[in-house]
């Protein structure tokens, strides 16, 4: 098999949320991965980047604008 | 309806990432204040739905994203994610370690969140979805009324996309 895509990494990374691939091709990618090197580190740089994200988005909400106490205290929840 | 003073203190607790999330979701400051305010109003009157089994960040960032997608598509900015075209599979080839390294070692989340605010909306929209609000791919197809091979797409051309931004940055475009 030759290297699968980028797409088909990100698929079969991605399987525990819900990316769906067919049996067949999952198959040919783990057997590939069996004797490549570079795209077993692919997939996991893959899942390493995804955490990377996840973390980048994370932790916005500790970098609000200034405006944003402001915003609260005129929006207290006794106004609902 | 929910106690007030313990809803309150849920607020002041989850309000910032409430407003985070419905920030990355939606265009401007305005809208996602208005959205976050809309999401705890829903949250408030629908408090007797939530189980305390399930996380409340999950349940409140349902409804939030619900209502980011809502506000969008009212928008008219909704078109947008379908007109990606089929995915030129055979032209994509494994991804080159060395750039996906530049995302994740990247200890500047800030830079790497600049990044992602850039992303075109449909770009950012999805990602989002998938990595902070924690959707599957099955969820965000039908959130966004897409195929669910589609989305695959769309989140590999937004980390291609962050990729080659950082890429750039770190090879002479950072002063």
């Known amino acids: 098999m030759n290297h699968p895509t980028e797409l088909t990494l990100i698929l079969f990374a991605e ?40 973390r980048a988005l994370d932790s916005a909400h500790e970098y609000l604008p200034q405006t944003l106490g402001r915003f609260q205290k005129l929006h207290r929840i006794r106004d609902f | 309806m929910a106690d007030s003073a313990a809803f309150e203190i849920l607020y002041q607790e989850y309000y910032p990432r409430v407003f985070a999330l419905c920030r990355f979701l939606l265009p401007s400051n305005d809208c996602a204040e208005d959205a976050a305010q ?8 629908a408090f007797g739905q939530y189980t305390p089994s399930r996380p409340f960040w999950q ?13 969008l598509r009212m928008r008219g900015r909704w078109h947008a994610f379908d007109d990606d075209g089929q995915p030129t599979i055979d ?14 070692t990247l200890e500047d989340h800030q830079r790497l969140r600049g990044a992602i605010e850039r992303l075109p909306e449909k770009y950012r929209v999805p ?5 902070l609000a924690n959707l599957t791919y099955d969820d965000i197809a039908q959130l966004l009324d897409i195929k669910q091979s589609h989305v695959g797409v ?20 950072l002063k």
């Open chain 2, 59 to 71: 349940w409140i960032a349902a409804i939030a994203h619900r209502h980011c997608v809502d506000q």
């Open chain 2, 154 to 173: 769309l989140l590999l051309r937004a980390k291609q996309r962050l990729r080659h931004e950082l890429n750039a940055n770190a090879s002479g475009g």
């Open chain 2, 91 to 104: 032209q994509l080839e494994a991804p080159d370690p060395v750039s996906v390294d530049a995302l994740i």
């Open chain 1, 15 to 54: 399987e525990a949320m819900g990316a769906d691939m067919d049996q067949s091709t999952r198959a040919l990618v783990e057997e590939h991965l069996g004797s490549c090197d570079a795209c077993r580190r692919a997939v996991s740089q893959l899942r390493l980047e995804n955490q990377a994200i996840t």
């Open chain 2, 127 to 131: 990602l989002v979805l998938a990595y």
């Open chain 2, 38 to 45: 809309e999401t705890f109003t829903r949250a408030y009157k």
